[in-house]
């Protein structure tokens, strides 16, 4: 039996949202323009073909990386998640996608708890990547901080939702 199939289609879907939720609840927090967002989505990407590529293939991150390889998995998750930003100000996407990845939280720990240590991992990583992408508050990449004081507080967030 695979990890997939402890979950109900509803909360695969879910499940797929975690790693584009640490992203987005660390670039929410602290919106650095164009060009820090397209570094921090870069950050994502490069957590999900570092997962993909991770000596465990039936590790929770592993499956959920070849998932959004899927053109049906990503649009999914693209749907759900632009549920999740619609309408709201970026420090409340923030904190809607740090509640959300505590209920994914919740499920794994109820359905695949041999995972949640290497779920907690993947999101915590991804979204440390994140928060270093970009520096914040500088002017063309000069001048400003690596992880600016609103990351540091949604980092903090993260760690709380993750238990």
Not at 12 to 29: D, K
Not at 101 to 117: F, H, S, V
Not at 122 to 142: D, I, M, P, Y
Request: negative net charge; glycine residues 8%; without cysteine.
């Amino acid at each position: 039996m695979s990890i997939k199939d402890k979950f109900t289609e509803q909360e695969w879907q879910e499940l797929m949202q975690a790693p584009m939720l640490a992203g987005i609840a660390v670039t929410a927090a602290d919106p650095g323009g164009l060009w820090g967002a397209v570094k921090e989505s870069s950050s994502v990407a490069r957590s999900l073909i570092e997962a993909k590529s991770s000596p465990d293939p039936d590790s929770l991150p592993t499956i959920i990386s070849a998932s959004l390889e899927d053109s049906e998995g990503r649009r999914v998750t693209q749907q759900n998640l632009l549920q999740l930003v619609k309408g709201r100000k970026p420090a409340e996407v923030s904190a809607a996608a740090v509640e959300r990845l505590r209920e994914i939280d919740e499920l794994i720990a109820a359905k695949a708890p041999d995972q949640t240590g290497t779920y907690r991992q993947f999101v915590r990583t991804t979204a440390q990547n994140v928060a270093e992408a970009s520096k914040e508050g500088g002017f063309l990449g000069f001048g400003g901080e690596t992880i600016s004081d609103a990351e540091k507080k949604t980092l903090e967030d993260i760690d709380r939702a993750l238990g």
